[in-house]
């Protein structure tokens, strides 16, 4: 069967390149892989360790995310840049995830990549760097390589949303195929794995 990749991005807003970039993903993904799109990321409330102490497992939205990771075998994530960094909104449900709880931690040596969208010319450096940063601290197993920045995003994607630049969709291609790869080298199924 084909490994099950949630795939998460680090916006809010509806017309999102980030999400968009996500979406096109899911159609180009090889056979091996089956990806989804997380679309509830406002449902995560802002991390509060008083909140935590009253409920262990997390508010609702948390227990959705932390469910919904623990139950795929990978995670893709894409991430806006505000102010050289990720969002706001994606280091809180970060710090949520981070922590442990009766189910575990879920980004614990969790396989996991990183790309992103934005309108300027560095496309997403500084943000994924951020958030390479914040997963090491978590434990995950980030693919190193290939990289996906999209730059000049406007340009890249038809007014309808569609991503018309090929270049693009070619880098992606060959992302996930690695993904796929990272995968299969991080986290064998049941019965290739060593004794
Ligand atoms: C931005 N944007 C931006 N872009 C960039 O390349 N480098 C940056 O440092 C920033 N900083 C920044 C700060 C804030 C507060 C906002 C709102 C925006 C532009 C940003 O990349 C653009 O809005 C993207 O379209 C956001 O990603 P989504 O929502 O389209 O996925």
């Given at each position: 069967?084909?490994?099950?990749?949630?795939?998460?991005?680090?916006?809010?807003?509806?017309?999102?390149?980030?999400r968009?970039?996500?979406?096109?993903?899911?159609?180009?993904?090889?056979?091996?892989?089956?990806?989804?799109?997380?679309?509830?990321?406002?449902?995560?409330?802002?991390?509060?360790?008083?909140?935590?102490?009253r409920?262990?497992?997390g508010?609702?939205?948390?227990?959705?995310?932390?469910?919904?990771?623990?139950?795929?075998?990978?995670?893709?994530?894409?991430?806006?840049?505000?102010?050289?960094?990720?969002?706001?909104?994606?280091?809180?449900?970060?710090?949520?995830?981070?922590?442990?709880?009766?189910?575990?931690?879920v980004?614990?040596?969790?396989?996991?990549?990183?790309?992103?969208?934005?309108?300027?010319?560095?496309?997403?450096?500084?943000?994924?760097?951020?958030?390479?940063?914040?997963?090491?601290?978590?434990?995950?197993?980030?693919?190193?390589?290939?990289?996906?920045f999209?730059?000049?995003?406007?340009?890249?994607?038809?007014?309808?949303?569609?991503?018309?630049?090929?270049?693009?969709?070619?880098?992606?291609?060959?992302?996930?195929?690695?993904?796929?790869?990272?995968?299969?080298?991080?986290?064998?199924?049941?019965?290739?794995?060593?004794?």
């Amino acid at each position: 069967p084909p490994r099950s990749v949630l795939c998460l991005a680090g916006s809010l807003r509806r017309a999102s390149w980030n999400r968009r970039l996500l979406h096109v993903a899911t159609s180009m993904a090889p056979p091996t892989l089956r990806l989804n799109v997380f679309d509830a990321l406002s449902s995560v409330p802002l991390f509060d360790e008083d909140m935590e102490q009253r409920e262990p497992a997390g508010p609702a939205g948390v227990q959705a995310l932390r469910a919904a990771i623990a139950a795929a075998e990978g995670l893709i994530i894409a991430t806006p840049e505000y102010n050289h960094a990720m969002p706001g909104v994606l280091k809180n449900a970060l710090d949520w995830l981070s922590r442990d709880t009766p189910e575990g931690e879920v980004l614990l040596e969790k396989p996991i990549a990183v790309l992103g969208a934005s309108g300027g010319p560095w496309g997403t450096r500084l943000a994924q760097a951020s958030l390479r940063q914040v997963l090491h601290a978590c434990g995950a197993l980030v693919m190193p390589t290939p990289t996906v920045f999209v730059a000049n995003a406007t340009v890249r994607f038809d007014h309808k949303g569609v991503l018309t630049d090929l270049t693009t969709a070619r880098s992606l291609q060959r992302f996930l195929l690695a993904f796929d790869h990272w995968l299969t080298r991080v986290a064998p199924p049941a019965s290739e794995a060593q004794p």
